[in-house]
């Protein structure tokens, strides 16, 4: 089974073709850095209006690259929230038009979601259920349990910032241009992540709550500081990661404590963190517990993804191409 997957929930313009929930024939995604790079952040109205002039080449782009076209597409999956509403949109109304057009099934796809089954491509194999999920993104940060491909509840969740948000300011203080986290992963490289000490949030006890605004706070007063003024950039950037990925570890090492899981699933765009990825693989080798991380092009927002979790959720996602609409604030839970 092929599905076309369409993701436009943010500011990636993003299709892809994957046969069966896992082998990606094609994943294209126009970046869209260029045009809010001098705002310092994404700004929703340029989103919205650089998703309508890409969109429609980016399904074709897609096809070409598979060698295929619609007659070989089977169903379409696409993003129906949670995300900006005007960039959900376009990509919802293309989708709806394609599959009414080509009268083949539609799947709306929580975004959230999509991210989970990024750990489930290109790969021989899968992450066995029940898993840990760790979603670490620009606008979420959240643990899962995961029973099956549609029984999924969050456990914990951050109480202000998320992990990527985080970086992506933490990197700004820093004079990093935006999207700041991959920069900061890169300076971090050269940095002691042990020059300084930023405050880790700890819950109560057995509660799985996160939360990233104090520890950014905390870095900004650093900065503006006698000693902060000429500190190694280096040395804060890594000293700031290492406190993120510490409340992350020690989040996912309470959940283990209390959840009978297989395996730990880390995703969304941070988890493209190189410090993450050594810290999430010594764990599990020292655990002997698997751990799936994406690759990182399927770490960050992309449609391959969307067509994974469509495959595995089409059950209860299907949706009829004349009323299905974006909602920009889709709950986590599915409604069976
Ligand atoms: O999942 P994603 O592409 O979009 C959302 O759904 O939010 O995540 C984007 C976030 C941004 O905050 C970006 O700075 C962060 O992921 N990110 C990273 C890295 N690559 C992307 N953060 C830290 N290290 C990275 N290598
Ligand atoms: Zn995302």
Redesign the pocket.
């Known amino acids: 089974m092929i599905i076309l997957g369409i993701e436009t ?2 500011d ?1 313009t993003a299709t892809a073709l994957v046969r069966d929930g896992r082998d990606v024939l094609a994943s294209v995604s126009t970046n869209q850095d260029a045009f809010h790079e001098k705002y310092g952040g994404i700004v929703p109205e340029i989103a919205s209006r650089q998703h309508v002039a890409l969109l429609s080449a980016a399904v074709d782009d897609a096809l070409g690259r598979a060698g295929m076209t619609f007659a070989d597409v089977d169903a379409i999956g696409v993003t129906r929230g949670p995300g900006l509403i005007g960039s959900l949109v376009v990509g919802v109304a293309s989708a709806k038009a394609l599959a009414f057009a080509l009268n083949k099934p539609l799947y709306a796809v929580n ?1 959230l979601h999509g ?1 989970i089954f990024a750990a489930f491509l290109d790969r021989e194999e899968e992450p066995p259920y029940p898993f840990l999920a760790l979603l670490v ?4 940060s959240q643990l899962v349990d995961v029973r099956s491909a549609t029984q999924m509840h969050v456990i914990g969740r951050t109480r202000d910032d998320a992990a ?2 985080a ?2 300011k933490t990197a700004r203080l820093l004079g990093l241009s935006y ?4 920069q ?2 890169a300076l971090a490289k050269s940095g002691n992540p042990k020059a300084f000490t930023f405050p880790r949030y700890r819950s109560d006890a057995g509660a799985l709550d996160l939360s990233f605004s104090g520890l950014k706070t905390s870095v900004r007063y650093f900065l503006e500081s006698e000693a902060g003024k000429d500190a190694n950039r280096a040395d804060v950037a890594a000293s700031f990661q290492a406190a993120v990925i510490d409340v992350l570890m020690a989040r996912v090492n309470s959940a283990f404590a209390s959840g009978n899981y297989r395996a730990l699933v880390v995703s ?3 988890a ?3 410090e993450l990825q050594a810290r999430v693989r010594a764990w599990s080798e020292r655990r002997r517990v698997p751990a799936f991380i994406p690759p990182p092009k399927y ?3 992309n449609a391959a993804m969307i067509a994974a979790a469509a495959f595995r959720q089409r059950a209860i996602v299907r949706v009829d191409p004349l009323t299905l609409s974006a909602d920009p604030n889709l709950p986590f839970d599915l409604a069976a």
């Open positions: 929930s943010c990636d975004h991210h993104s620009g606008g979420h990527g948000e970086y992506d999207p700041g986290g991959p900061l992963d969304g765009g941070v493209a963190n190189s770490c960050t927002d």
